[in-house]
């Protein structure tokens, strides 16, 4: 028994990639591109804990009497049944977004708590700390089922989004461009062209590609 509750599976989803699995407690777990999660062989100890780098959307079987934790760099997630998403990429923001049920997020090592409700996010940064936002928790975890969303969402974030779901290079060459919000929605995206195509017709902006296939924005 001792022997293995220490035995960790580790998943690694490349650029590009994308992951589905069900946890031994029968919770679901979609991985996003360029994330890492670590997971227990076998739940025990009076909780059940994962471990995420980057984005993974999480659907909890609830058992209350094993609280489920998802633990980043920044923030730990405590659940007992719920679906939720989680974005904690390195150098960026982390984002827990509530689809259904409650969870308690843990910020800065514990000394804040929050505890969300269904369409709220908490925003945390080691800068700015935690903002608790209104959003369409359907639009964020969108990308489970091969869509894309954006809602008032910096280009330069965007850009980061589509390298990693595409794996292509978007060098945008206007600084003032990086900070410009946008709104849009794709459906069943396939190609990187489709979001930048759209984002075209919706702004003043181009994109073309250059001779190593590096797509510019200006």
């Known amino acids: 028994e001792e022997a293995i509750k220490d035995v960790y599976n580790e998943l690694i989803v490349p650029t590009a990639g994308e992951c589905y699995i069900t946890l031994e407690d029968h ?6 591109a360029e ?6 062989v076998q739940f025990t100890a009076g909780e059940r804990k994962v471990y995420l780098e980057g984005e993974a959307y999480f659907e909890v079987q609830r058992d209350e009497s094993l609280p489920f934790i998802v633990q980043t760099n920044a923030v730990d ?6 679906k939720f998403n989680v974005s ?3 150098k960026e923001e982390t984002k827990v977004t509530l689809k259904e049920g409650k969870v308690q997020v843990d910020c800065d090592a514990g000394k804040e708590s929050y505890i969300l409700h269904p369409n709220e996010q908490i925003v945390y940064s ?3 700390g935690a903002e608790l ?7 964020i975890s969108s990308w489970t089922t091969g869509d894309l969303s954006f809602v008032n ?5 965007i850009v980061k989004v589509l390298e990693r779901r595409f794996n292509v290079q978007i060098v945008i ?11 849009c929605t794709v459906k069943h995206v396939t190609s990187v062209d489709q979001v930048l195509s759209l984002l075209q017709k919706t702004q003043d902006l181009t994109c073309k590609k250059d001779k190593n296939q590096v797509y510019i924005i200006h």
């Open 133 to 139: 936002l209104q959003v369409d928790a359907n639009r």
């Open 35 to 40: 994330s890492k999660i670590k997971y227990p």
């Open 27 to 32: 919770t679901k777990v979609w991985i996003n």
């Open 173 to 183: 060459e206007d600084p003032r461009l990086a900070s410009k919000e946008f709104t």
């Open 126 to 128: 080691e800068g700015k």
């Open 153 to 157: 969402e910096p280009l330069e974030h």
């Open 88 to 90: 904690s990429y390195a």
């Open 77 to 82: 997630v405590k659940v007992l049944g719920t």
